[in-house]
Antibody, heavy 124, light 106 residues
Framework: EVKLVEYGGGLVQPGASLRLSCEAS????????MEWIRQAPGKGLEWIAA??????????VYSASVKDRFTISRDTYKSILYLQMNTLKPEDTAIYYC???????????????WGQGVMVTVSS | EIVLTQSPTTMAASPGEKVTLNCLAS?????MNWYQQKSGASPKLWIY???NLASGVPNRFSGSGSGTSYSLTISSMEAEDVATYYC?????????FGSGTKLEIK
């Protein structure tokens, strides 16, 4: 059974740092792209970061809103996806989800499994 | 960046009514994915590759479209379909979601 469990959220002051973790199980972690998506309170979904798979050297991609402040990484031995968040701003307040990206033989890509989400609140 | 515009923003449908949700892309995309999110829950994959239903999705749902225009259709609205539906494009970075359509029941 595929499971994704996020943790590490909390209340932090503006300018602070926080690291989120997403523990993956039930699949070969290195074979899949992994993503972070966030959702501000009462708002829609926003993709923020991707970690490609081992075949693609675990390369990373970021949205403009978090680039140069957030870093996505993996511990492939522990099957944990991380999101290091620096210089946090009030507008980073959101539920953060990790998700697995899969694809079909027709090369349709999609996020098929999501974690339960973890809340990050940035406020003084 | 490809902007996805969903319409309507909110709608209410009666049980048994046919419902169509739209997603318009600012540039052509190869296909569209749709997600269902119920209040307080994580999003669920609903439709992938424009028209393929995810596992467990009732066959009253269907997806269609191409290029810049995509839609999700419910042939006969049921109470359990109350949720917010988001479209998502993975054709180019940054990956983008539509702003969502909140579907309610009359």
């Amino acid at each position: 059974e595929v499971k994704l469990v996020e943790y590490g959220g909390g209340l932090v002051q503006p300018g602070a740092s926080l690291r989120l973790s997403c523990e993956a199980s039930g699949f070969t972690f290195s074979d899949f792209y992994m993503e972070w998506i966030r959702q501000a309170p009462g708002k829609g979904l926003e993709w923020i970061a991707a970690s490609r798979n081992k075949a693609n050297d675990y390369s990373t991609v970021y949205s403009a809103s978090v680039k140069d402040r957030f870093t996505i990484s993996r511990d492939t031995y522990k099957s944990i996806l991380y999101l290091q968040m620096n210089t946090l701003k009030p507008e980073d307040t959101a539920i953060y989800y990790c998700a697995r990206e899969s694809y079909t033989t027709d090369y349709y890509y999609y996020f098929d499994y999501w974690g339960q989400g973890v809340m990050v609140t940035v406020s003084s | 960046e490809i902007v996805l515009t969903q319409s309507p923003t909110t709608m209410a449908a009666s049980p048994g009514e046919k419902v169509t949700l739209n997603c318009l892309a600012s540039s052509s995309v190869s296909y569209m994915n749709w997600y269902q999110q119920k209040s307080g829950a994580s999003p669920k994959l609903w439709i992938y590759g424009t028209s393929n239903l995810a596992s467990g999705v009732p066959n009253r749902f269907s997806g269609s479209g191409s290029g810049t225009s995509y839609s999700l259709t419910i042939s006969s609205m049921e109470a359990e379909d109350v949720a917010t539906y988001y479209c998502l494009q993975l054709s180019s970075y940054p990956l983008t979601f539509g702003s969502g359509t909140k579907l309610e029941i009359k």
